[in-house]
């Protein structure tokens, strides 16, 4: 099988690139798994300093895989264990973590940037949470940190109306550090990851444990996981899905 994860370390910096380009990297049950084992394994390697994540092709990530979506809203799946394997391996992550953004970021892919500490954007991303548009609730402990981050106005029209946030007004609203050329996207990143891994591991590790509370946010996760997993089950997600699958709007007026 295709590895739609690719695993590199250089010199400190661990990359994680996901790469199933074809399906603009939405994220399999298959793809959490590599990320989980690979982010929880660097915990206890001490060649790893620093952690980026990237997106092979013209987009970070299309979020979760739909069809994986649509099999548990139709009760042909029971679901992904692994997907709450890897947030919460973010949420956990002492490590410094870089993302380094390109096109669309829609769902996970936008709420995973909130666990990264530096997030470069290139010019023509766009950043969505389409969370209610899929008849979902929100994940990744983003309905703390969304509006922690940005106001409670700005992240409820994105959960609520699944506004598409443009890179400028994301790096204005504190979203990301840096928006660059596509073109110096890798450049940038890699030069911001280098510079962290330069810097005393033990300090960087002692002060994102000093500004994030990663288990107040796994608690966060398992509220939302209870009713994401109840959502995804009703009526309106597999109209959902449905219609993504046929590719037309939904109807959401017909269920109840
Ligand atoms: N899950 C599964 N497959 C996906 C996918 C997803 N989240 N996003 C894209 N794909 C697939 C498409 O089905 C298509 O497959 P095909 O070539 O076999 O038909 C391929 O990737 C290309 O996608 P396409 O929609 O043609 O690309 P686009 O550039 O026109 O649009 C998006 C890109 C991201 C705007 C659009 O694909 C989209 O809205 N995807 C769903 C996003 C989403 O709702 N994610 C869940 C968030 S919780």
Not at 206 to 213: F, I, N, S
Request: some cysteine.
């Amino acid at each position: 099988m295709t590895e739609h994860v690719r695993v590199e370390n250089n010199n400190g910096i661990l990359t994680l690139t996901l790469a199933r380009p074809d399906k603009k990297n939405a994220l399999t049950d298959a793809m959490y798994r590599k990320l989980a084992d690979t982010i929880e394994a660097a915990e206890s390697d001490p060649s790893v300093r620093v952690l980026l994540i990237r997106g092979e092709g013209d987009m970070f990530t299309a979020g979760n895989d739909v069809g994986e979506f649509a099999a548990v809203a139709s009760g042909k799946s029971e679901g992904s264990r692994n997907v709450g394997r890897f947030i919460q391996s973010l949420a956990r992550c002492t490590r410094p973590l870089v993302a380094a953004v390109q096109g669309r970021a829609v769902g996970v892919g936008t709420t995973m940037l909130l666990h990264c500490d530096l997030v470069v954007l290139a010019e023509n991303t766009q950043l969505s949470t389409p969370f209610v548009s899929l008849a979902l609730v929100p994940e990744a402990a983003s309905s703390l940190l969304m509006p922690a981050r940005i106001g409670y106005a700005r992240a409820y029209e994105m959960f609520a109306l699944g506004e598409t946030v443009p890179a400028k007004s994301a790096l204005e609203w504190g979203l990301a550090n840096r928006v660059v050329p596509l073109e110096r996207l890798d450049t940038e990143a890699l030069a911001l990851a280098q510079r962290l891994a330069k810097q005393p591991a033990g300090a960087l590790i002692a002060t994102k444990k000093l500004m994030r509370d990663g288990e107040a946010l796994v608690a966060q996760m398992n509220a939302e996981g209870e009713q994401f997993a109840k959502r995804l089950r009703t009526a309106e997600a597999r109209e959902a899905f449905t219609a993504f699958a046929e590719r037309r709007p939904p109807d959401f007026t017909k269920v109840s």
